[in-house]
């Protein structure tokens, strides 16, 4: 009986250090200095008439809408030109989709999110609300875990406050 318990400690003490290399075999890669300065042009919504800040807007204003724009980077079936979520959604749901059960990875492109896009995508929704200027704008980059897959999704998350003049 203690022969038998004392090669099963020594078997999970085995077990353990095998574990504990492999574990730490994992090459080591610190994180690089990076240094980065983004411009994001404003001038050609101003072109257009719409006035956009980050700050308040101190004359008088009526708020129209909290406009919301959010992007996942991902995959993206090739012949989407402009991607929804339902679109994206039936190329992967077998129960839902008009499509095969099955795809190719080479009918996909891969697409990230860049801010440009979404303040394009941004002014779309405020002209037809016939804003005048977008104030307190806000950029950030969100994650999510991708309903498809259940792997973390990188994106961004644009609002603003919609406006018109008094």
């Given at each position: 009986m203690r022969n038998s318990t004392f090669k099963m400690s020594q078997i999970m003490f085995c077990s353990f250090i095998i574990l504990f290399l492999l574990i730490n075999c994992v090459p080591f890669r610190p994180a690089l200095y990076e240094k980065t300065s983004y411009n994001i042009d404003l001038s050609k919504y101003e072109n257009e008439g719409l006035f956009i800040t980050t700050g308040d807007y101190y004359q008088n204003y009526e708020p129209l809408s909290i406009l919301t724009v959010t992007c996942y980077d991902g995959y993206i079936y090739k012949g989407t030109a402009k991607p929804?979520?339902?679109?994206?959604?039936?190329?992967?749901?077998?129960?839902?989709?008009?499509?095969?059960?099955?795809?190719?990875?080479?009918?996909?492109?891969?697409?990230?999110?860049?801010v440009n896009d979404l303040l394009d995508f941004l002014f779309e929704s405020a002209k037809k609300l016939n804003a005048k200027g977008i104030i307190r704008l806000e950029i950030k980059s969100v994650t999510q875990i991708s309903p498809i897959n259940g792997q973390t999704q990188d994106g961004l998350l644009i609002t603003g406050l919609a406006i018109k003049e008094k």
């Open positions: 929804t979520q339902l679109e994206n959604e039936n190329y992967y749901d077998d129960l839902y989709s008009n499509q095969e059960s099955t795809y190719k990875m080479k009918d996909f492109d891969y697409k990230s999110c860049y």
